[in-house]
Structures are given as structure tokens and as C-alpha cells.
């Protein structure tokens, strides 16, 4: 199959990951391995126009063309900023520091 490529798409949940095995033509994007997986139905939830994509870890565009052995990624949302986060706990360890 030298025409094709082999990719996995992966979308992870708090208590679980699902993960689709795919073999797509040479020259596939981001969008058409997502869309070829069957997550978009699977998970109405993920919206490629909200959830960013990517590929081990590395944002991506959803026209990047593919390589073989490629894991494509749909990344949720993020439920706080973790700057602010860190800025909230530094701020709670100075006043609980002075106050001893």
C-alpha cells in the first residue's frame, strides 16, 4: 500500500481515550483523517472550528497534509487558564505565609 499512510486519531476524555486506527490515501490533511474516523459522529461534542488539532503534541493546522505513522490529536478545551491558575495559588502561598 505505497499509496496510502497509516495514521491514528485519538480524542481523549477525562475517564478514557478513544483511538482510531485509519488508512488514508498519501496527501490526507488533519481535517479528512478527523473526519474519516467517525469521532465527529461518535462525539458531537468536538467542533473543528473550537477544538484545535494536532499531531504528537504540536498544534497543527486542519489542512497539514499527513505522514505516515502520524498520531493526529483532537484537544479539548481547557477549563482554566493555568497561568492564572499558578498566579491564584502564588497568591494563596504569600498570604498564608504572612499570616503564620
Known sequence: MADS???EVI????????????????????????EASGLLQKFPE???????VGTFGKLGKPDMLLRDRDRVEIYRPLLADPKEVRRQRAAE????KKGM
Open 5 to 7: 499512510i497509516a495514521v
Open 11 to 34: 480524542y481523549a476524555l477525562p475517564e478514557r481515550q478513544e483511538l482510531v486506527l485509519l488508512h488514508l490515501p498519501m496527501g490526507s490533511t488533519l481535517r479528512q483523517a478527523v
Open 46 to 52: 468536538i467542533d473543528l472550528a473550537r477544538n484545535k
Open 93 to 96: 502561598g504569600k498570604t498564608m
